[in-house]
């Protein structure tokens, strides 16, 4: 079992940045990736990590904006979301997988609850 907790998330203007965190306790060698869903829309890929932290992948939407990292010895992944637009404002989710990594909602299998970030134009 994996319990996931994220945190960071907030209200910030357009061009700023915010840093997620996700808190995991459990078995944390997973895999990990951060989703995000807005207001009637499907919950999309963002970022993922392996559980080594040697390989990240990221949507095209946040290439070049935003960073994904884990720290094994806090059991902590992070999203360092800079120069954040509007169209960012979301729900942001962090999961793991068993899998080596997915960009696929389906193949996590670990969820935390999500916290809210809203970019103000």
């Known amino acids: 079992q994996v319990q996931l907790v994220e945190s960071g998330g907030g209200l910030v203007q357009a061009g700023g940045s915010l840093r997620l965190s996700c808190a995991a306790s459990?078995?944390?060698?997973?895999?990990m990736g951060w989703f995000r869903q807005a207001p009637g829309k499907e919950r999309e890929f963002v970022a993922a990590i392996s559980g080594s932290g040697s390989r990240i992948y990221y949507a095209d939407s946040v290439k070049g904006r935003f960073l994904i990292s884990r720290d094994s010895g806090k059991n902590t992944v992070y999203l360092q979301m800079n120069s954040l637009k509007p169209e960012d404002t979301a729900v942001y989710y962090c999961?793991?997988?068993?899998?080596?990594?997915?960009?696929?909602?389906?193949?996590?299998?670990?969820w935390g609850q999500g916290t809210q970030v809203t970019v103000s134009s």
């Open positions: 999961a793991a997988t068993t899998l080596r990594w997915s960009p696929l909602v389906k193949d996590y299998n670990y």
């Open positions: 459990g078995r944390t060698s997973y895999a």
